[in-house]
């Protein structure tokens, strides 16, 4: 069993659309000073979490989908389709964050810059990615592989344990246990 799962190739790129589409709405800036960024982390073990952290109307919200069962073994027992897998239990929690909080001021000193483009094809590993939208225009799209062993990764670092942060002010709905085999 160890050489079949050796030999399963995954495209990070089809996971993240997979996580994508199965994850809470994403609202989009469109008044002045508004911006929008989703944080999504494909982990090598365990389940999806997606991070969206909003600014508008002068108030800044985080909503965080919380997979609770890995959308990436659906994804390979459904033969990698492109097709949306439907059925995937989740967690969708709000809140509201407070303005001094450590990850606005990250976003809006303009940490997504300083996010460089790492990204392996390797499912034995963590995948990090990134989009940024403000209301002017800009934007910006990201990913990384294992940010924690890579040089020059600071930005990704800091951003990663901010959003792991701000995660916590919404109420969690549900408690899984979640077992890895070692």
């Not at 929690?93 to 810059?113: H, N, Q, W």
């Not at 034995?124 to 592989?145: C, E, N, P």
């Not at 294992?146 to 990663?160: A, G, K, T, Y």
Request: with cysteine; proline share 5%; hydrophobic share 40%.
């Amino acid at each position: 069993m160890r050489e079949k799962s050796a030999t399963i190739r995954i495209d990070p790129l089809g996971w993240e659309r997979q996580v994508t589409a199965n994850s809470a709405r994403l609202v989009e800036p469109y008044a002045r000073n508004e911006y929008s960024l989703r944080l999504i982390h494909l982990p090598a073990l365990g389940t999806e979490i997606v991070w969206d952290f909003i600014k508008t109307n002068e108030r800044h919200l985080v909503t965080v989908t919380r997979f609770l069962e890995s959308l990436r073994e659906k994804w390979i027992r459904s033969g990698n389709t492109f097709e949306c897998i439907a059925g995937v239990p989740k967690e969708i929690s709000k809140a509201e964050l407070p303005l001094g909080e450590p990850v606005v001021r990250e976003i809006e000193k303009g940490i997504v810059l300083g996010c460089r483009q790492g990204l392996e094809n390797r499912m034995d590993v963590d995948h990090y990615f990134l989009w940024f939208q403000d209301s002017s225009g800009f934007s910006r799209v990201a990913a990384i592989t294992n940010p924690f062993s890579q040089p020059h990764s600071e930005s990704w670092q800091r951003l990663i344990n901010r959003a792991i942060g701000s995660g916590l002010f919404p109420p969690r709905r549900f408690a899984v246990q979640s077992t890895a085999a070692t």
